[in-house]
């Protein structure tokens, strides 16, 4: 397990309070306007904020490596070929999207109808976070995974320790979020220790025994990698696909989709990914230099930390027309990359679109409409994580 304190994501002073936390895009914006690179001095971070160059350091991995970015170092998110490699490619198949729809399908559709019955049924207002968008990819990773869904509360504290940052860059606040992702990771991989060897001796239909089968055909993967990848699934969609589906809500409301996604004037999918676009779920991704490069007319030397902005990126004005508005029926002559780029690409992708696609689809179909029940929507404070931590609302059924 590594312990790096580079894994750790800083927060920037000036997203450090709430309203920036809530509303960090007209920073972002300035920090465009001043130039694609900055380098930070307080977080010995270099910051990319334009389109270009994040999409540079992203797909240039060579230059610009994961190794040591995070505390799950045994699993591929934080690994560089050629064991990034094998690892995401014994996995790969059990996440790509016609696999999730066929095989994953019908426990997300179990798992939103239940959660759906419970929303429509409330009197008044409710926070969709707690009761909807937190418990719905952890039902779902649970299942696929073949772990207990009662562990949920677990997982999930699991998942939030796992995204910490400290506060404020003093040494102190370090250690203790660093602690704490120490005991968090501790008891995830003693708890797939124990889940693996059961499965050794008694296989069961779940991805936890397509791995144990899996590990044998590779030549560099360990136990050690094996146990590492099935905590980084439990946790890695969590908070992410809770953000995403969170913003969607928001957003419909705020922007008043909701009768034209119901009257199917705006396709769904369009509408969920446009909301991926302009409420970004991973803020920022983190590499390493490889060796002395330049980028954005940046030196940087080897071995320091570059964090690649995606929030800044999908609203930069070079890349997107109206990057500030709110609008599913734009074309776009560059891709948005909220689920980043090149090797690294998220493999949970199909999984999140399907979970937020199946909600939307269902929830929507129940409702006559939506309503915020607050005037001042409480940000996710981190560094990592763009969201709301809780939204009220009322619905109208
Ligand atoms: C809306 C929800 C999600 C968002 C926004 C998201 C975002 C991302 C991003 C930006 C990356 C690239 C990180 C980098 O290049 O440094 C990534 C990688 C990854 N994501 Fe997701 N993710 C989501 C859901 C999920 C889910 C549901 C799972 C699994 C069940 C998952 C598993 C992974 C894995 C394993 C990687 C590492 C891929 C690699 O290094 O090869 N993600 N995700």
């Known amino acids: 397990m590594g312990n790096d304190s580079r894994a750790l994501a800083v927060m920037p002073s000036e997203l450090a309070t709430k309203e920036r936390q809530r509303d960090p895009y007209p920073w972002f914006r300035e920090m465009r306007a001043e130039g694609p690179v900055r380098y930070d001095e307080t977080r010995g971070t270099y910051d990319v904020f334009h389109y270009d160059e994040v999409v540079e350091m992203t797909v240039e991995y060579e230059r610009f490596g994961k190794e040591g970015t995070s505390f799950l170092d045994g699993a591929w998110m934080s690994r560089d070929p050629p064991i990034h490699t094998e690892l995401r490619s014994m996995a790969e198949n059990y996440f790509r999207s016609s696999y999730v729809q066929e095989n994953y399908g019908p426990a997300v559709e179990k798992h939103v109808e239940a959660l759906v019955d419970d929303a429509v ?7 969709f976070v707690e009761e ?3 418990p719905l ?10 772990v207990p869904g009662e562990k949920m509360d677990m997982f999930r504290d699991w998942s939030t320790s796992l995204i910490g940052a ?4 003093t040494e102190e606040a370090k250690q203790a979020v660093q602690e704490r992702m120490m005991a968090a990771i501790d ?3 003693d708890f797939f220790h124990d889940a693996i060897e059961r499965r050794e001796e008694t296989p ?12 044998k055909e590779y030549d560099r993967i360990e136990r050690e990698n094996t146990v590492a990848c099935c905590g980084m699934l439990l946790v890695a969609g969590n908070v992410t696909t809770t953000a995403y589906m969170t913003s969607a809500l928001w957003t419909f409301i705020e922007e008043d989709t909701i009768p034209e996604l119901q009257g199917e004037t705006i396709p769904l999918g369009d509408a969920l ?7 970004t779920p991973v803020m920022p991704q983190k590499r390493i230099t490889q060796r002395d490069t330049e980028l954005g007319g940046v030196e940087i030397p080897e071995g320091e930390l570059v964090a690649g902005w995606l929030s800044s990126a999908n609203r930069d004005e070079d890349a997107f027309e109206r990057p500030g508005q709110f609008d599913p029926t734009q074309t776009y002559h560059e891709d948005p990359i909220p689920f980043g ?5 998220c493999l949970g992708a199909p999984l999140a679109n399907l979970e937020a696609e199946t909600l939307f689809d269902e929830l929507l179909d129940r409702i006559e409409g939506a309503s915020l029940a607050t005037d001042a929507i409480e940000p996710y404070f981190s560094p990592e994580i763009y969201g709301a931590a809780e939204l009220p609302v009322t619905l109208q059924t």
């Open 121 to 127: 049924a409330r009197d008044g207002s409710f926070d």
């Open 132 to 134: 909807v968008a937190k």
């Open 137 to 146: 990819p952890i039902l779902v990773i649970a299942e696929i995974l073949g």
């Open 166 to 169: 400290p506060s404020e860059p």
């Open 187 to 189: 008891s995830l991989y």
């Open 204 to 215: 069961k239909d779940d991805l936890i025994t397509k791995f144990v089968q899996a590990e």
């Open 273 to 279: 990914e446009e909301v991926l676009r302009y409420r």
């Open 341 to 345: 780029k090149g090797i690294h690409y």
